[in-house]
């Protein structure tokens, strides 16, 4: 045991003191092997650090290590919640959007149906009210036709009787209504009347 | 000088009497195994009480238990591999019965058990026999390969395995006395620079003077103070973490 004295010499020579020297001549109580207390403290020694190990490896430690565990799970049970509630979350989300992708092309759809129905509506309106209006045109220029050969038929009968009476007038020789007829019918064909 | 009229005792402090009165003095249990009964309840108490809440927000005393418990649990798997965690329960007794030693013989009054060497050797033994019974039983025979590397040259084996069963032998006296130094010193210190306060402040020669110096140990011993609570937490470490290493040896044979 001399290696520990003087190791213990060493670790207190930075102390100094001729009083420590005279200490260490009587020796260290730890290296006093002969009192019978040092030996004692070392059987105590023995059975409370063995029954401390029993009682804290048997009983203390796992209870300790039960709450740690039972930490662990509640965490993992929370995360594992959380995780599910943000999958249904997602899952909305990409409902919602899906649902709003569909009403507006639908809207957009009846859109231009609508649209389409209102221009075939229009054409169609505006097709009849050019048939109305050609027939009315026809029928107008029909009637104008009828009135001006109605009124070119009338011209010639006229244009004779009157030459008729001014040549009777003028030279008092009654004029034959077929000479007449001839010199009118050739007047009107010269201006293209006939 | 003072000290020659009135002689340091730095050592008084370590000499071992009985407790408990004439029932301890009959069974001759000491102050020293009354220290260590009392932070054993302490131990067993922080961790009775600490898991008593099982709060999934642990408060303080539960969040200091689950500290140790975790921190010890980590050391042992970290060091050891998975095998550690049969050693776990071992060396967390280990370290909180060190640990809490060597803060007790902080207080004044109390006793330091980890400054007798007879205990500390006494756990290193402990730690021995463990270690050489776990290597033993894994690997039987093959356990004595341990003291001749593989791959080492032949011829130099007359040199390695002295070497190797000297530096395996040397473990529990290396083990006990770096915490058996590290205490006695530290108590040694305070006892000597405590000695000083009351000599200075009660010296003839120096008088009022004496009263002021004085001052000097003082502030010397609050600092030391704060560097022996570093000790007390580093030896009770440094004591589990080696005891983790030799396991280690032990599962995995270097």
Redesign the interface.
């Known amino acids: 045991m001399r290696p520990i004295g003087l190791l213990a010499a060493a670790v207190m020579s930075g102390l100094s003191s001729a009083a420590l020297a005279a200490e260490e001549s009587k020796g260290m109580p730890q290296l006093d092997f002969g009192n019978v207390l040092t030996k004692s403290q070392v059987v105590w020694l023995a059975l409370i650090f063995f029954v401390l190990y029993l009682l804290l490896s048997k009983w203390a430690l796992p209870k300790v290590g039960t709450v740690l565990e039972k930490r662990a799970s509640t965490i993992a049970g929370d995360l594992q919640a959380a995780q599910t509630a943000k999958t249904a979350a997602d899952a909305a989300v990409a409902e919602l959007t899906a649902k709003t992708r569909a009403a507006q092309s639908g809207a957009q759809a009846e859109i231009a149906g609508a649209v389409e129905a209102a221009k075939a509506a229009a054409t169609a309106q505006a097709a009849t009210l050019n048939a109305r209006l050609d027939a009315q045109l026809a029928e107008a220029e029909q009637r104008i036709a009828a009135a001006r050969a109605a009124a070119m038929g009338a011209l010639r009968q006229v244009a004779g009787e009157t030459a008729a009476v001014v040549v009777t007038r003028l030279t008092g020789v009654h004029a034959s209504q077929p000479s007449v007829d001839a010199a009118v019918g050739a007047a009107l064909a010269a201006r293209g009347l006939a | 000088m003072a000290?020659?009229e009135h002689?340091?005792?730095?050592?008084?402090q370590?000499?071992?009497?009985?407790a408990l009165g004439p029932l301890g003095a009959s069974?001759?249990?000491?102050q020293?195994?009354l220290m260590?009964?009392i932070s054993?309840l302490l131990?067993?108490g922080l961790?009775?009480f600490?898991?008593r809440p099982?709060a999934?927000v642990p408060g303080r005393l539960?969040a200091l238990?689950?500290m140790a418990?975790?921190g010890i649990r980590k050391m042992c798997i970290d060091q050891i591999g998975d095998e550690g965690k049969a050693f776990?329960?071992?060396v967390?007794?280990l370290f909180?019965?060190v640990l809490i030693g060597n803060l007790l013989g902080l207080l004044p009054f109390s006793f330091t058990?980890t400054?007798?060497?007879?205990?500390t050797l006494?756990?290193a033994m402990?730690v021995i026999v463990l270690v050489t019974v776990v290597a033993l039983r894994i690997h039987g025979l093959h356990f004595f390969s341990y003291f001749f590397p593989a791959g080492a040259p032949k011829l130099l084996a007359p040199i390695i395995i002295p070497v190797e069963i000297i530096s395996y032998l040397s473990r529990p006296v290396s083990l006990s006395?770096r915490l058996?130094?590290n205490m006695?010193?530290g108590h040694?210190?305070f006892e000597?620079f405590a000695s000083f306060i009351l000599m200075m402040a009660a010296s003839h020669a120096l008088g009022s003077f004496g009263v002021v110096g004085a001052v000097g140990p003082m502030v010397l011993n609050v600092l030391l103070m704060g560097f022996e609570l570093l000790v007390a937490f580093l030896q009770a470490y440094v004591f589990a973490i080696l005891t983790c290493i030799y396991l280690h040896d032990a599962v995995h044979l270097h």
């Open positions: 000290a020659e002689a340091i005792d730095a050592l008084g370590f000499k071992l009497t009985t069974v001759n249990f000491t020293s195994n260590m009964l054993g131990i067993l961790m009775y600490g898991a099982q999934v539960q238990a689950e418990y975790e776990f329960p071992f967390f007794t909180m019965f058990y400054s007798h060497i007879a205990v006494s756990l402990t006395i058996f130094a006695v010193a040694v210190m000597v």
